[in-house]
Each structure stands twice: as structure tokens, then as C-alpha cells.
């Protein structure tokens, strides 16, 4: 019933949903010694699904959106603190500012494509 644009919304949502936590929980520990920061992966995966689907169906296009696969990885780079913290608050500020904003982008795209239904159907 929908096209894609609502599915490859819905999942950039999902993303920048997980994104805001991982980075909400990064935060909570920047005290917390040995802690070692997370980041969400999740465009490259999305990107290599589309590059082997780019000149299939709309279907299977669908399949590799929705076989995309949201990934949670620990950052392994150093810490420059004694305690072996490697949390850059700075850093974690900035993208959960940035993740807020492009989720809230995100619904208003869903939110979007339903209203242009919502008015075909009318």
C-alpha cells in the first residue's frame, strides 16, 4: 500500500531512535571508569543493500531496507583520561542534538505521506 519513501523513513526513525539511546547512555556513564563509548551504525549497511538492489523492483528494494540491519559497536580509540574513559561529552552532546533533529525530520516525513493519503482518499 505505501511506497517506499514510508518504509526507509520508518527505518531512519528506528535508527536515529537507537542513536538517541546509545548516545543518552554514553552520556549517563562519561563518569563511569573504564567505560567505553558506543556508537550506532546503520547508513553503510543501508547503502550496500541499495547499491545491490539499485536497478531491481520496487519489492525487492523494499526487502533490502527492510534487511537492513541496525548495528550497536564500542568505540575502541583511546582514552586521554586516567581512567580509561573514553567518552567525549562535546562530541556526544552534538550528535544527540543532531540524532533529535533528524528524528523529529523523520516523523514529519511519515506524518507527510500519511496527510497526502489522508487526502487522496478524501
Known amino acids: 500500500m505505501f511506497n517506499n519513501s514510508v518504509l526507509m523513513s520508518q527505518k531512519m526513525a528506528d535508527y536515529l531512535w537507537q542513536k538517541q539511546q546509545v548516545t543518552l547512555?554514553?552520556?549517563?556513564?562519561?563518569s563511569t571508569p573504564g567505560y567505553k563509548a558506543q556508537y550506532?551504525?546503520?547508513?553503510?549497511e543501508l547503502k550496500s543493500k541499495m547499491d545491490f538492489y539499485d536497478q531491481m523492483s520496487s519489492s525487492k528494494i523494499r526487502d533490502g531496507i527492510e534487511d537492513s540491519a541496525i548495528s550497536v559497536h564500542t568505540k575502541d580509540d583511546?582514552?586521554?583520561?586516567?581512567?580509561g574513559n573514553n567518552v567525549n561529552m562535546d562530541v556526544e552532546q552534538v550528535e544527540l542534538a543532531s540524532a533529535t533533529i533528524q528524528y523529529q525530520m523523520a516523523i514529519n516525513d511519515i506524518n507527510s505521506?500519511?496527510?497526502?493519503?489522508?487526502?487522496?482518499?478524501?
Open 25 to 30: 547512555n554514553n552520556i549517563a556513564n562519561s
Open 40 to 44: 550506532v551504525s546503520f547508513q553503510d
Open 113 to 122: 505521506e500519511f496527510n497526502r493519503l489522508r487526502s487522496a482518499i478524501k
Open 78 to 83: 583511546e582514552s586521554s583520561r586516567l581512567d
